[in-house]
């Protein structure tokens, strides 16, 4: 589950690291207000205020602007506020902004210079070990700086049976430069972001930049974090910071029916009970010369109301010019998928794309005479390959 920005620095911030402080405010009028009580607490006149979507690169499409003064907040904010915000991490049609954060000046002048850092904490899936994954190359987007500067991109990997430790910490601060107070405070910033990826069971933390302010403090200036969603019982209030808003409203509706449903470019619908199965399903589907249109995982109870609900939602596809229904039964068995797919197909009337099923497993030769005997178009195939050949075939 990913989180906006704001919400991303107070699982920081409850964690002991120091970030860019601020407020989130869902209209122009009340940025205003979030800026005057921003001001009492932190002393700031300027302020940033920051499109909060689930997409980076939110400042290159004009999601990110600083309002020199209290005065220039509510313009600032209403020009942010309802845009179609179009970055390089979204589509061509961007995300609507239906909420601003409206943060703290930090880069204030002082004896020494900033200086801006780029951090993440991830699993290194090769490895099966947490790391740290950090550059000097602040700011700027982490695949750029791996292109053109590989050599400025340090990783340091997490021993899972000793944790962090403190010589890594420090080797992360010596690493990017620094000394004096701000590498003891990167030493803390560092040590506290790990605890906070752990202890929020994150599968990301990537805070671009991390600052080095003028007075050699350490800071988040973004935070972009993404839950294991597998976790989430453990955390209910980071449960309840989910925005569906953010999120591909099919995918929102197939969760709700308890369906595990991906969408992606193609024009063959899968409707497959198994995840593993899922995948062979739409290897096989593109080895025959198509492309899958989504992934659906129906999973072991696939019953009349559960597949008439899989078909709605795939059909939402315009792209979609088949849908290949392969079941294997073991848990759930054949003819009870194949009568759902009968009277899904009934009650939804003129589905108007062919339907291939193919079933095997229990009560298998039940269910391809149910549906031989239908009497609607469906098409039914025994081998997973005939059946894929058949998809491409018909589209």
């Not at 609507?96 to 210079?113: M, N």
């Not at 010596?174 to 004096?180: A, E, I, K, Q």
């Not at 453990?234 to 449903?261: C, P, Q, S, W």
């Not at 589907?285 to 009349?304: Q, R, Y």
Request: glycine share 10%; proline share 2%.
């Amino acid at each position: 589950m990913n989180l906006h920005e704001y919400q991303g620095k107070e699982i920081l911030a409850g964690y002991g690291v120091r970030i860019q402080r601020g407020k989130v405010a869902q209209t122009p009028a009340e940025a205003v207000e979030v800026a005057k009580q921003l001001t009492e607490e932190t002393g700031t006149s300027w302020y940033v205020v920051k499109a909060q979507v689930h997409a980076g690169g939110r400042g290159k499409g004009g999601g990110v602007k600083l309002a020199k003064g209290i005065d220039k907040v509510e313009e600032v904010a209403d020009s942010i506020i309802g845009m179609q915000l179009v970055t390089p991490q979204t589509s061509a049609e961007g995300k609507k902004v239906h909420q601003v954060l409206i943060a703290e000046d930090v880069y204030y002048p002082g004896e020494s210079e900033t200086s801006e850092f780029y951090m993440s904490v991830l699993l290194n899936r090769s490895t099966g070990r947490n790391m740290i994954m950090y550059s000097t190359e602040g700011g700027m987007d982490i695949e750029t700086v791996a292109e053109e500067t590989p050599h400025l991109i340090f990783t340091e990997e997490i021993d899972p049976k000793v944790g962090l430790t403190g010589f890594q910490a420090r080797k992360v601060a010596f690493n990017l430069g620094l000394s004096g107070a701000a590498f003891k405070d990167m030493t803390k910033f560092v040590t506290a972001l790990y605890r906070a990826y752990e202890g929020a069971d994150a599968s990301l933390f990537e805070i671009n930049p991390v600052l080095k302010t003028s007075d050699d403090k350490i800071l988040a200036v973004d935070a972009k974090v993404t839950i294991d969603d597998n976790a989430l019982y453990r955390h209910k209030d980071i449960a309840e910071m989910r925005d569906t808003r953010e999120e591909d409203a099919t995918e929102v509706e197939a969760g709700e029916a308890g369906l595990n449903f991906v969408k992606l470019d193609g024009n063959v619908g899968c409707m497959v009970n198994g995840a593993g199965l899922a995948m062979a399903t739409m290897d096989i589907i593109k080895m025959a010369g198509g492309n899958p249109a989504n992934f659906l995982d129906v999973g072991g109870t696939a019953d009349a109301a559960r597949v008439e609900q899989a078909f709605r939602i795939i059909l939402r596809d315009e792209n979609v010019k088949a849908i290949l229904v392969n079941i294997f039964g073991g848990i759930v068995r054949c003819d009870r998928v194949a009568q759902g797919v009968v009277d899904a197909y009934k009650n939804m009337g003129n589905i108007g794309v062919p339907i291939i099923v193919r079933l095997q497993g229990t009560n298998a030769e039940e269910a391809k005479k149910l549906i031989d005997e239908s009497g609607l178009e469906v098409h039914s195939a025994i081998a997973l390959q005939e059946a894929a050949d058949l998809v491409q075939e018909l589209v």
